[in-house]
């Protein structure tokens, strides 16, 4: 693994995700600006059919199609290489498995971080890092001391850009035998069984305490449907059990940066604000026309969501039937 900078690439249903192609997009540009090689590495079923999208980014793609992409084993994969190589800047998605992987990678090579990165370019050859902590309230700018580490980067920060000339398809480097314990794996949480991925969807619909339950959460499924959307969840909502898990939104769920947020019921907490902040437009249906949401929202209908969310599907059917 010559590349000195390294970018860790994740596959969903087969596919590279849209934030595997913005990193392979950010690693690229800065391999070109300092005379380098950029590689991604893409492990897991589907990774051979996978890297010829991403190569199209303009990175080299290190694939294992039947290697195990669990962080902690990927992690191993890596931290040898790195460590002898010295000096390498590894870029990771700010998606569960990334940040989990970047924890272990930090931990078995060494490495220092910079975690929430919104800008990375670079300086006399090393990286600058600018990142927004806190949901973005704060802006920061942060370079490594040593040669070498690991940069967190959020959903959004780049668009994926496919390259001139595209990148080569290489085997990725051998796994090395496991010594840290894996993760049995109990229960795969379903998500969204149909429709776009929470993270890579361009209209999220929020589901918060004031659906209710089961009767609420239908409805606002059903506008998420009816808007080409997904829909997602407060902890609160999760919490009751009426959403699955893999749906929450916010600092301790998924960090989204839809087109449009459509809050129902959801009071904007900012453990919720600091995973939807960066979404283009927020809108928020809420009976409480104090909600915090209203102090990140674009457009606050103040309303009882149970009169105010059938009249917009009713608004939307008429438009599709006319
Ligand atoms: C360490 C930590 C981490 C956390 N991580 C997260 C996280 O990742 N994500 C997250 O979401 N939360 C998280 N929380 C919880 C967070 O603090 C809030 O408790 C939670 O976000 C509140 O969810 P909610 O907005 O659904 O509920 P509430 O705060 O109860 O708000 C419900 C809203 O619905 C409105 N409402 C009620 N009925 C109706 C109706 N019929 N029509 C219209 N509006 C109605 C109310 O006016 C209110 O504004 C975390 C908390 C801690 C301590």
Known sequence: M???IVAVG???????????????TLAAGLAAASGDRAALVLVGEGASSAAPE?????VDVLVDETGDAAPVALAERL????????????????SEAGRETAGHLVGLADLPILAAAVEVRL????PWVGQAPWGG????????????????VRPGSQAPVPAGAPGRILPAPA??????????LLERSAGNASGPSIEEARIVVGAGRGTGGAEGVALVRALADALG???????????????????????????????????????GAIQHAVGVRTAGTIVAIDRDADAPIGEIADLLAVGDLFAVVPALLERLERRRSS
Request: hydrophobic fraction near 40%; proline fraction near 6%; glycine fraction near 14%.
């Open 2 to 4: 010559s590349a000195r």
């Open 10 to 24: 994740e596959l969903a249903g087969g596919r590279p995700t849209r934030l595997t192609l913005e990193i392979a």
């Open 54 to 58: 991403v190569a199209a980014h303009g």
């Open 79 to 94: 931290a040898g290489p790195v460590r002898e190589a010295g000096a390498t800047w590894l870029l990771l998605g700010a």
């Open 123 to 126: 300086e006399d050859g090393a």
């Open 137 to 152: 309230r704060l802006r920061t700018e942060s370079a490594f001391t040593g040669s070498g580490g690991v940069i967190v």
């Open 175 to 184: 796994a090395p035998a496991p010594t840290l314990p894996r993760p049995e």
């Open 229 to 267: 959307g997904t829909i997602g969840a407060t902890r609160a909502a999760v919490d009751s059990g009426w959403i699955d898990y893999a749906l929450q939104i916010g600092q301790t769920g998924k960090q989204i940066r839809p087109e449009l947020y459509l809050a129902c019921g959801v009071s």
